[in-house]
């Protein structure tokens, strides 16, 4: 049998994710990871360099699990899987129990990818889109009130940060991080085409900008 944490190594993490998740960590900002999709063993396998290194310490991480049993001095799955996070609900609930730990002064930055992070992004005090989920995208859109800023021409970085914490009424805005990077990186730049390691990296040089307040023009190919 196969260690499930020996699997990992043949992840590929998106390029800028392991410089935002030590730099958050340097930062003593504590660091949550909720997933539908994968497992416990499988997300911290996939991040054992880093942990080992003492590179980032994460909070908590809430998943799915595969059930194991101990026969022969191993543990081996039994092939059952204990459903802890299957939903956006069960994300919205999630986020909902780690705002009562959070100082009254403190504000949640949530980032997704998928359709069950819609509930996540949309509750927390800064909602971030990352990668290319278009049925988050058009499922964001929906919701009543909320503004998707995909072109930095609609809100200027400066301030970006408090834009996004804000209410205003019954508006609420969401970053789609990769489209509004690309919006920057066409005004300083003549790029006609980006691969996908490099809209990465950049989308998450933004992130890591807008949260630690550096310029938005920083590490931009």
């Known amino acids: 049998p196969m260690p499930i944490r020996s699997i990992p190594h043949l992840v590929r993490l998106q390029e800028g994710v392991e410089d935002f998740l030590i730099k958050t960590s340097q930062q003593g900002i504590p660091i949550y990871i909720c997933s539908a999709n994968w497992s416990n063993d499988l997300i911290k396998g996939s991040l054992q360099h880093l942990i080992d290194k003492k590179a980032v310490k994460f909070a908590d991480v809430a998943s799915s699990d595969l059930e194991f049993d101990k026969r022969g001095g191993l543990m081996l799955s039994t092939g059952k899987i204990r459903r802890n996070i299957v939903t956006a609900d069960d994300k919205k609930k999630y986020l909902e129990e780690i ?79 990769q489209k509004y990077g690309e919006s920057i990186s066409s005004q300083i730049s003549d790029e006609k085409s980006v691969d996908a390691a490099a809209s990465e990296k950049r989308t998450w040089s933004l992130i890591s900008n807008l949260c630690f307040g550096t310029d938005a023009n920083t590490n931009f190919p």
């Open 99 to 177: 705002r009562k730990t959070t100082k009254p002064e403190g504000r949640i930055v949530y980032i997704g990818d998928g359709q069950p992070d819609v509930l996540g992004i949309l509750n927390a005090d800064v909602g971030i889109i990352v990668g290319d989920g278009s049925s988050l995208r058009e499922t964001a859109k929906m919701a009543r009130g909320v503004q998707l800023l995909t072109d930095s021409a609609q809100r200027e970085f400066d301030g970006l940060f408090d834009a996004l914490c804000e209410r205003d009424g019954n508006r609420q805005y969401v970053l789609d991080a």
